[in-house]
C-alpha cells in the first residue's frame, strides 16, 4: 500500500497514467467506446495496479484529485482521437466522494469544454456501492450530470446492494453489469435466471447494459442471449496504454463475428421461437379465463377459424365449435367443454380434459383433432383458467 504523499507525487511525476479497456459491441465485436482506468507506471516501467492505491485514495480526498486527473488525460486522449477522424466515447471512473462536491458539474463542463468536446463523449461512472449514501443526493447529482449532456453509467451493478427501486428512478443511461455474477461459463441456471432478468429490466428501462469482465467465449454467447449490449472484459482486450488504444481504434478491427446460434436465444426472441414449435405441433391455442367466461384465441394457419373471432365469450366459443364438429360428435364437443362442467371437473381436481373429435376445417374437409384443456392456476387471482392445445390427427 502506499500513502496519500507517495500518491500526489506519482500525479505531480506523471507517473499516474490513464490505461484504456476498449468496450465492444455484443453483436458486432467492433469497438463502441472505452474505461479509462487509471494505473502508476514506475520510472522502471513497472505498472501499479489501482488495487495498490485507490483504496488508500478512498480514505481522503486523494481520489477526488485522481478522478479530475484522469478526466484530463480522457480529454487529450480524445482530442488526439479527433485527428483520426473517429472518436469513441470515454468512460471515466468518479468516486462517490464527488457526490455533493461544491461546483461539480460547473468543473466537469469547464474541463471538457476547455477541450472543445462533446459532452456525449464522456460517460461518468459512479459505482453501485455509492447508492447507499442519502438516496435523494445521488439523485439529484446523477440528474445533474446527465442534464449536462453527459453520460452516467452505474458501475459494478449487482455487486452491493443498491435496490431496483432506485435504478428505476435514476436518469442513468448505462448499466454496467458487475463481473461478480458471472461464472466461468455461465451454466448455473439460478445465475442464468438472476442475469436475464437484470438485462431484461435494464433493456425494458432503455438502458444500454454493458457486462464487465467477460473472459470467456462461453461468457460471450450467454450474455448475447440475455440481449447484453456491450462487452467489457479480457476475451476481447484487456487495458491498454494509450498509444496502443489509439491504434486499435485506427485499426477497428471487429475481434470475433462469428454468427453464434445462441445470439437468437433472448429470452424474447427464444420464446418466440418457441411458440412456433408450439404452433406446428398444436395448429389452435387458445387461453381461456372460465371464472370470467372468456378467451383469447392463438390462431394458426390451416385451421377451422372461420367466422371465429379471437377474443370474446367462452360459452359463444363453445356453441361455435360445436356446430363446426362433425354431427356424431356434437353432443360430446358441447358436453365436455361445456364451461360449468369443466369448472366443476375442475373442482374435483381434474388437471385436464381430453377429447377427439372429427371437426370441419376452412377447407371444407373434416379432420380429426384432438381437444385438450389443461388448468392453470392464475398468478394474479383465484379465476380458473385454462390453456387449450388443439392437435391434427393423421386420418384413421
Ligand atoms: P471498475 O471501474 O469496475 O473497472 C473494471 C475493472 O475490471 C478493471 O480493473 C479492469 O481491468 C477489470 N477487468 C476488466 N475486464 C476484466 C476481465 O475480463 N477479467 C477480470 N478479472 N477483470 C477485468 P482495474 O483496472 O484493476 O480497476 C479496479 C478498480 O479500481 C476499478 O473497477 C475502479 O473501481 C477503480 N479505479 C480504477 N481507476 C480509477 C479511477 O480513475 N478513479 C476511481 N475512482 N476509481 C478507479
Ligand atoms: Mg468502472
Ligand atoms: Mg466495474
New binding site residues.
Partial sequence: MYTVEEIFEAMEKGELQA?Y?PQYDAMTCGITSA????RWVKPDGKVI???MF?PEAEKSDA?TA??WY?LECACRMLKKQEEDGRQFPVA????RRHIGEEGFIERLSKTVDGYGLDHSLIEV?I?ESAMVDDMDSILEWISDVHNAGFIVAI??FGSGLSSLQFVKEMPADILKID?SLLSENCENEKERIVLESIFYFANRLNMTTIA????TKEQLSFMRTCDCKKI????FA??MNESDYLQLCREYICVDNTADILEIQAPTSALNLLMKVVFRRYPLVIFSNLTRNSFYMMTYKEFTSTGCPSTGVFDELIEHGTLSMHPDDREAFSTTFNRLNLLSAHENGVKEVRLITKQLGDDGVYRRVETTDYFVKSPSSEDVLVITLCDNLPED
Avoid at 92 to 95: A, T
Avoid at 232 to 235: K, L, S, V
Fill in positions: 490505461y479497456q474505461e479509462a482506468l487509471v495496479s489501482p488495487a485507490i481520489i485522481i478522478d484522469m471515466v471512473n468518479f468516486s461512472e459505482t458501475d459494478d463481473k464487465e469482465g467477460v473472459e467489457q472484459g479480457y476475451y484487456r487495458p
